[in-house]
């Protein structure tokens, strides 16, 4: 270093010991509206504050000494290090009553000292002391003091630097007596609901909302204090209300500055008494005290409210309610409310819908007084349809009232609607009222339960070719209205393919004999030589027969576990044949002709070698007819073509076929098996054909309509071997099916979006096409039958209207509870023909 520059080293050493000044200092004691106006008993709070008046600094540690007068300040409640996140804070045990040692350091592991930017003030610690209440020296202190003996004591620090700066002492304060608060306007205290208003009855409710005004030197929180609310009924004893003091109370500990909010979320200055006593004088009072401790200053200078309750209150609901379904029988469960003047419940019930959500009635609270309305089982109080009363409990102690009520008149399979009410005393006292009832809770159920299954199904074959004898214990249950069975003789899926709606259909069976006793059926129609598998559901009673035709019907039946069986019917030749009336004359099968041979005369050869005449009879084609209902099938009449020259019929014609030959040839008397395909996909066997010398007829019913648009009919015999296979076999009966009437889906309904999101996509559309416009119902059933919603629509409005129509749904009950996820069902329904037009299978998932 030069000696030119050796002058500016004093420079430069003043000047990095004076950038970095600042000033230390406390804040005012925060008590009350004025400043340094401390009531004795109160619990002020003083800040130590840093404020950097030149460059940017940063702390890396912070040592305080501050001394106080014990016979002032008789406890240190708190002392809070505003900065956890840069220092750690080190209190020290006082040498003696008066005086605080501390410091606040950084971690030595992982420092992060606290950045003080130029002109910024940063708090550094709070204290919260308590003001000795007995305390009557001078009322002019200081309440904290820098100990004086060395600043060391009193240091900030940026590593070994000291950027303290000026150390600026603490204002005086105004120690004042205890006294009450001071209010301008508790006086006001009133009702805020006359008895007639909308808390009539049995609850009074307080406000002194007025009182914002309320001033004490004690509390720091916009003069808010802790009010007390007290009750007092005729001649009795004040006694004070619970209210929802702080934990722990400011009167226990006034390091807790919260005010006092009644007992109402949320609000201040305001309270709520219920359950009074109706027809007796009660008397209300309220009073404020401050935080000084260990004795608050209560206001004792406070208006009285009297008021003489008139109870239209009703109870509170019941919960928890349940319900638990039998055989035409709904058990409701619930737990009844704890108020003290309950007195019993009232059960309506609905078979088509809701019960509407209107009130019971109540007390009349004004002259003439007067109970509330009285009912009895049996009445329909909204209007008839709208509900009818099935229990009214009489009025009980609230222990005694009934929790349970059991509905032995509920429908299987439909949907019973009910809402549960409650009610309160009805006393003598003219201004005693009662009988208010609440509002109601509602719940549903579905009365039914899923019968047993039967057992020992078997299938045997019968004494008959073609038959199948079915045998079964009934199911244990006496509510078994009867069996459903279906068939299949397909040996790839066996009894997979076979299901409630699935398969073909043997028959329903109503149940004749008691519960567990055998019974049997006989069926015949069926091919021999195949396997057939039968699955057999019984299935329950309810308030209509079971119509597997009518989805809403046999949603209302429930079924039992499947039962199976199966049968081989062994194969039996065919015994029909062909014969001339002439007895020598049998039918040949010959290529490419059929000649007859008779006995007489012989095929001879003459000796002078002429040959005898040999006769040659060929076998003439049969002559088959078809009926389709009444109308006669003939190909090469335009009797009942229309519609591009196409056979017109009805969708469930019975169908009757004639075989017949004529003379010299005739049927014999053997049986013949025919067997008639539809479409080239369902078999039906024409067993126990009638059979005449010269002619053979068969009769069938379809066991499903024929849908609109074209069908063919093949008629043959069984056994594809027979001797006349070629000669007795019908073949393209081709027919048509003309659209109904009455309207129809006339194509595959669908749904979009599917899965769907009821948060995500808001609406589900479902879409289909109408031959005609209709009143059209659409039910959304879970995946246990239970309709969740039902849609409506009108004839020729969208949903009902000729043609495309698209609808949507929110993803809600009928009720606007959102529906959980899962897969539903979705039928389209002709309300005036009470039949499903079609369906969809809708995932909901979120």
């Given at each position: 270093m030069t000696r030119k520059s050796l002058w500016l080293l004093p420079v430069l050493l003043f000047f990095l010991a004076t950038s970095c000044l600042a000033d230390l200092y406390f804040s005012y004691p925060i008590v009350g509206r004025q400043k340094n106006k401390i009531e004795v008993g109160s619990s002020p709070e003083i800040a130590i504050l840093y404020n950097n008046t030149t460059t940017d600094v940063k702390i890396t540690q912070v040592l305080l000494t501050l001394v106080y007068d014990p016979n002032l300040i008789d406890g240190i409640i708190v002392i809070k290090n505003e900065n956890p996140n840069n220092f750690r804070l080190n209190q020290y045990e006082t040498i003696a009553p008066g005086k605080i040692i501390l410091s606040l350091d950084v971690d030595t592991v992982k420092p992060k000292p606290l950045k003080v930017e130029q002109n910024q003030a940063i708090k550094l610690i709070t204290i919260i002391c308590h003001i000795n209440q007995a305390y009557t020296g001078d009322n002019r202190q200081v309440l904290f003091s820098w100990l004086t003996n060395g600043n060391d004591h009193n240091s900030v620090l940026q590593k070994e630097l000291d950027v303290t700066g000026n150390r600026l002492a603490m204002p005086w304060s105004d120690i004042k007596p205890s006294k009450p608060p001071e209010f301008s306007g508790l006086n006001q205290v009133v009702s805020r609901h006359p008895i007639w208003g909308a808390n009539a009855g049995n609850t009074i409710m307080l406000d002194w909302g007025s009182a914002a005004g309320a001033y004490d030197?004690?509390?720091?929180?916009?003069?808010?204090?802790?009010?007390?609310?007290?009750?007092?009924?005729?001649?009795?004893?004040?006694?004070?209300?619970?209210?929802?003091?702080?934990?722990?109370?400011?009167?226990?500990?006034?390091?807790?500055?919260?005010?006092?909010?009644?007992?109402?979320?949320?609000?201040e200055n305001s309270y709520v008494i219920e359950n009074l006593e109706d027809g007796k004088t009660h008397y209300v009072k309220v009073t404020a005290s401050d935080d000084t401790s260990p004795l608050a200053n209560e206001q004792q200078n406070t208006a009285i409210l009297s008021v003489v309750p008139v109870d239209t209150k009703p109870p509170g609901l019941v919960h928890n309610v349940t319900s638990q379904v039998g055989d035409h029988s709904v058990l409701l469960k619930w737990e009844n409310p704890k108020d003290n003047d309950f007195a019993g419940v009232v059960i309506l019930k609905r078979n088509l819908g809701l019960v509407p959500e209107n009130s019971l009635g109540g007390a009349q609270p004004a002259s003439p007084y007067k109970d509330g309305p009285e009912y009895s089982e049996g009445e329909t109080p909204f209007g008839a349809g709208q509900g009818t009363i099935i229990f009214v409990s009489p009025p009980d102690s609230p222990e005694y009232v009934p929790t349970e009520f059991q509905d032995v008149s509920a429908n299987n399979g439909v949907i019973s609607y009910y809402r549960i009410y409650t009610y309160d005393y009805a006393a003598d006292s003219p201004r005693d009222m009662g009988r208010n009832y609440s509002q109601g809770v509602p719940t549903r159920a579905k009365a039914g339960i899923v019968p047993r299954a039967i057992t020992n199904f078997k299938a045997e074959a019968g004494s008959n070719p073609g038959e199948v004898l079915l045998s079964w214990n009934n199911s244990v249950d006496d509510f078994v209205a009867g069996v459903l069975v279906r068939f299949s003789d397909d040996d790839r899926q066996k009894f997979a393919g076979l299901d409630i709606n699935s398969g073909v259909l043997a028959g329903v069976f109503q149940t004749t004999l008691g519960p567990g006793e055998k019974e049997s059926k006989l069926l015949t129609g069926f091919a021999t030589g195949h396997n057939y598998y039968f699955k057999a559901l019984a299935y329950n009673q309810t308030a209509n027969e079971l119509d597997l035709d009518n989805d809403l019907e046999l949603f209302q039946h429930l079924f039992s576990l499947p039962v199976t069986a199966q049968v081989k019917l062994p194969y039996v030749e065919p015994t029909t044949t062909l014969q001339p009336t002439v007895p020598t004359t049998t039918l040949q099968l010959n290529e490419p002709t059929t000649t007859l041979q008779p006995t007489v005369p012989t095929t001879t050869l003459q000796q002078n070698g002429t040959q005898a005449p040999v006769l040659k009879t060929e076998i003439p084609s049969p002559e088959v007819k078809i009926w389709f209902g009444s109308d006669l099938f003939q190909a090469n009449s335009s009797q009942k073509f229309n519609l591009n020259n196409r056979f017109i019929v009805k969708p469930n014609p019975t169908i009757k076929v004639r075989i017949s030959v004529n003379q010299p040839f005739a049927f014999s008397e053997h049986q013949i098996t025919y067997k008639m395909i539809v479409d080239n996909a369902t078999v039906y066997s024409l067993p126990n054909p009638k059979i005449s010398q010269n002619e053979i007829s068969f009769e069938k019913m379809l066991l499903e309509p024929l849908t609109p648009g074209d069908h063919t009919f093949h008629f043959l015999p069984e056994d594809p071997g027979l001797f006349a296979a070629n000669l007795l076999t019908v073949k393209d009966v081709k027919v048509y099916v003309a659209a109904?009437?009455?309207?129809?889906?006339?194509?595959?309904?669908?749904?979009?979006?599917?899965?769907?999101?009821?948060?995500?996509?808001?609406?589900?559309?479902?879409?289909?096409?109408?031959?005609?416009?209709?009143?059209?119902?659409?039910?959304?059933?879970?995946?246990?039958?239970?309709?969740?919603?039902?849609?409506?629509?009108?004839?020729?409005?969208?949903?009902?209207?000729?043609?495309?129509n698209t609808v949507k749904w929110d993803g809600k009950s009928d009720q606007g509870a959102k529906i959980s996820n899962g897969i539903y069902f979705i039928n389209i329904v002709s309300r005036d023909e009470n039949r499903a037009f079609g369906k969809i299978r809708q995932v909901i998932s979120r």
């Amino acid at each position: 270093m030069t000696r030119k520059s050796l002058w500016l080293l004093p420079v430069l050493l003043f000047f990095l010991a004076t950038s970095c000044l600042a000033d230390l200092y406390f804040s005012y004691p925060i008590v009350g509206r004025q400043k340094n106006k401390i009531e004795v008993g109160s619990s002020p709070e003083i800040a130590i504050l840093y404020n950097n008046t030149t460059t940017d600094v940063k702390i890396t540690q912070v040592l305080l000494t501050l001394v106080y007068d014990p016979n002032l300040i008789d406890g240190i409640i708190v002392i809070k290090n505003e900065n956890p996140n840069n220092f750690r804070l080190n209190q020290y045990e006082t040498i003696a009553p008066g005086k605080i040692i501390l410091s606040l350091d950084v971690d030595t592991v992982k420092p992060k000292p606290l950045k003080v930017e130029q002109n910024q003030a940063i708090k550094l610690i709070t204290i919260i002391c308590h003001i000795n209440q007995a305390y009557t020296g001078d009322n002019r202190q200081v309440l904290f003091s820098w100990l004086t003996n060395g600043n060391d004591h009193n240091s900030v620090l940026q590593k070994e630097l000291d950027v303290t700066g000026n150390r600026l002492a603490m204002p005086w304060s105004d120690i004042k007596p205890s006294k009450p608060p001071e209010f301008s306007g508790l006086n006001q205290v009133v009702s805020r609901h006359p008895i007639w208003g909308a808390n009539a009855g049995n609850t009074i409710m307080l406000d002194w909302g007025s009182a914002a005004g309320a001033y004490d030197n004690t509390k720091s929180y916009n003069g808010k204090l802790t009010y007390r609310v007290y009750l007092k009924v005729e001649d009795g004893q004040w006694e004070e209300q619970p209210s929802e003091q702080p934990v722990p109370d400011p009167r226990q500990n006034p390091a807790d500055r919260s005010p006092f909010l009644g007992n109402i979320p949320l609000t201040e200055n305001s309270y709520v008494i219920e359950n009074l006593e109706d027809g007796k004088t009660h008397y209300v009072k309220v009073t404020a005290s401050d935080d000084t401790s260990p004795l608050a200053n209560e206001q004792q200078n406070t208006a009285i409210l009297s008021v003489v309750p008139v109870d239209t209150k009703p109870p509170g609901l019941v919960h928890n309610v349940t319900s638990q379904v039998g055989d035409h029988s709904v058990l409701l469960k619930w737990e009844n409310p704890k108020d003290n003047d309950f007195a019993g419940v009232v059960i309506l019930k609905r078979n088509l819908g809701l019960v509407p959500e209107n009130s019971l009635g109540g007390a009349q609270p004004a002259s003439p007084y007067k109970d509330g309305p009285e009912y009895s089982e049996g009445e329909t109080p909204f209007g008839a349809g709208q509900g009818t009363i099935i229990f009214v409990s009489p009025p009980d102690s609230p222990e005694y009232v009934p929790t349970e009520f059991q509905d032995v008149s509920a429908n299987n399979g439909v949907i019973s609607y009910y809402r549960i009410y409650t009610y309160d005393y009805a006393a003598d006292s003219p201004r005693d009222m009662g009988r208010n009832y609440s509002q109601g809770v509602p719940t549903r159920a579905k009365a039914g339960i899923v019968p047993r299954a039967i057992t020992n199904f078997k299938a045997e074959a019968g004494s008959n070719p073609g038959e199948v004898l079915l045998s079964w214990n009934n199911s244990v249950d006496d509510f078994v209205a009867g069996v459903l069975v279906r068939f299949s003789d397909d040996d790839r899926q066996k009894f997979a393919g076979l299901d409630i709606n699935s398969g073909v259909l043997a028959g329903v069976f109503q149940t004749t004999l008691g519960p567990g006793e055998k019974e049997s059926k006989l069926l015949t129609g069926f091919a021999t030589g195949h396997n057939y598998y039968f699955k057999a559901l019984a299935y329950n009673q309810t308030a209509n027969e079971l119509d597997l035709d009518n989805d809403l019907e046999l949603f209302q039946h429930l079924f039992s576990l499947p039962v199976t069986a199966q049968v081989k019917l062994p194969y039996v030749e065919p015994t029909t044949t062909l014969q001339p009336t002439v007895p020598t004359t049998t039918l040949q099968l010959n290529e490419p002709t059929t000649t007859l041979q008779p006995t007489v005369p012989t095929t001879t050869l003459q000796q002078n070698g002429t040959q005898a005449p040999v006769l040659k009879t060929e076998i003439p084609s049969p002559e088959v007819k078809i009926w389709f209902g009444s109308d006669l099938f003939q190909a090469n009449s335009s009797q009942k073509f229309n519609l591009n020259n196409r056979f017109i019929v009805k969708p469930n014609p019975t169908i009757k076929v004639r075989i017949s030959v004529n003379q010299p040839f005739a049927f014999s008397e053997h049986q013949i098996t025919y067997k008639m395909i539809v479409d080239n996909a369902t078999v039906y066997s024409l067993p126990n054909p009638k059979i005449s010398q010269n002619e053979i007829s068969f009769e069938k019913m379809l066991l499903e309509p024929l849908t609109p648009g074209d069908h063919t009919f093949h008629f043959l015999p069984e056994d594809p071997g027979l001797f006349a296979a070629n000669l007795l076999t019908v073949k393209d009966v081709k027919v048509y099916v003309a659209a109904n009437e009455v309207s129809r889906v006339v194509d595959i309904p669908i749904s979009f979006p599917s899965p769907f999101n009821p948060e995500k996509d808001g609406e589900v559309s479902f879409q289909y096409t109408l031959s005609k416009a209709a009143n059209i119902d659409i039910y959304i059933f879970d995946a246990t039958a239970r309709i969740v919603a039902r849609l409506t629509f009108q004839a020729g409005a969208n949903g009902g209207q000729s043609g495309q129509n698209t609808v949507k749904w929110d993803g809600k009950s009928d009720q606007g509870a959102k529906i959980s996820n899962g897969i539903y069902f979705i039928n389209i329904v002709s309300r005036d023909e009470n039949r499903a037009f079609g369906k969809i299978r809708q995932v909901i998932s979120r």
